[in-house]
């Protein structure tokens, strides 16, 4: 059986299927649930300082064959109620980590330095969010903006830093350079693509704040750009995230140069079984092209023939 075993930023985890920032993790009993069922991390909704109950209904649209469009809006309960979760999750034995957003790099790295003190194994930057005004993509939209915020954070934790870096730039990977250089263990890529549905008879947009973010099978490939093009320029660890739904979806992002990926929309669509299923079948994957471990997954799309990072 393939070793499914991968280290993060210093951080071992049994497998590389990791709970996704929003799905799944609003509680500690949620966070918990997707750990007995296999996850091998599970990252928490994105805390802030305050509660927010996000924008009004609908906020999720799915569309079963190739993902779902949501706005959100950051709901959360604030960072003052979310230790509670993170210590019922942690009781269950779960490898935690800590996702926070801000409108500026002091109120980021106030809120990192909170949840790391709840011994979350790391923390993650939400910089990336396309639809929340004032927060992720309006505040980490830059390579000059990344790195300012990452580095009060690291200025302020011990715990290892993940940039979450978002797809709707130009040069996604310039965004990863900087977060490296700023002090980032690993970077994830990526968060939704900013995106649209219009309901043809209301003559208006189908969710209620308009733009959303798209998630899902859809975005898998440009996924798997980004992660390729990030992992040909830093050498910290990338964790590949968007419409991972297989363990052959898995393999991909391995071998385009992932150490892990993120599922979302998968748990929206199939379950928290899904980990367990995934797992099972990234191990048989593997066997079956003679990979030893997942680890040794990694990257080995890069070596061939006319492979570019542009
Ligand atoms: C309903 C929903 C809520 C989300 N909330 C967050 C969030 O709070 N923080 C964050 O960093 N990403 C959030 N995301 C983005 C996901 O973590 C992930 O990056 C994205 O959905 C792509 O992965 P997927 O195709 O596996 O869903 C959310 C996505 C969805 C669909």
């Not at 269950?92 to 996702?99: E, H, L």
């Not at 910089?127 to 790195?147: F, I, R």
């Not at 890529?189 to 995106?195: D, G, K, Q, S």
């Not at 320029?233 to 991972?244: A, K, L």
Request: glycine share 14%; charged share 15%.
């Amino acid at each position: 059986m393939g070793d499914l075993t991968v280290r993060i930023a210093g951080v071992e985890l049994r497998n590389p299927f990791i709970l996704a920032s929003g799905i799944w993790g609003e509680s500690g009993v949620s966070l918990a649930g997707a750990w007995k069922a296999g996850a091998g991390a599970v990252v928490t909704k994105s805390i802030g300082s305050v509660p927010r109950p996000g924008y009004p209904n609908p906020t999720i649209e799915t569309y079963e064959r190739w993902g779902m469009l949501n706005a959100m809006g950051l709901p959360n309960p604030g960072i003052d109620e979310y230790p509670r979760e993170i210590a019922a999750a942690r009781e269950a034995g779960a490898t935690v980590i800590g996702s926070v957003f801000g409108g500026d790099a002091q109120e980021f790295a106030t809120l990192a330095e909170r949840i790391a003190g709840t011994g979350v194994a790391a923390v993650e930057l939400n910089l990336s969010c396309p639809h929340a005004e004032g927060y992720g993509t309006e505040v980490g939209g830059t390579p000059e903006a990344v790195a300012e915020i990452v580095r009060a954070v690291v200025a302020r934790v011990s715990v290892p830093v993940i940039a979450k870096i978002t797809p709707n730039s130009a040069d996604p990977a310039a965004l990863a350079v900087a977060a490296e250089r700023a002090g980032a263990r690993a970077v994830s890529a990526i968060n939704t693509l900013r995106a649209l549905a219009i309901d043809v008879t209301l003559r208006r947009p189908v969710l209620a704040h308009g733009l959303g973010g798209l998630s899902g099978a859809a975005i898998k490939p440009v996924g798997l750009a980004c992660v390729w093009q990030i992992a040909a320029r830093v050498s910290i660890p990338v964790i590949g995230i968007g419409g991972v739904r297989t363990a052959e979806d898995a393999l991909e992002y391995l071998m385009a140069g992932a150490s892990a990926v993120q599922l979302g929309t998968a748990v929206a669509f199939d379950g928290i079984e899904v980990f367990g299923r995934l797992s099972a079948g990234l191990s048989n994957l593997l066997d079956r092209e003679g990979i030893p471990s997942a680890g040794a997954a990694v990257g080995l799309a890069r070596g061939s023939a006319g492979a570019s990072a542009r």
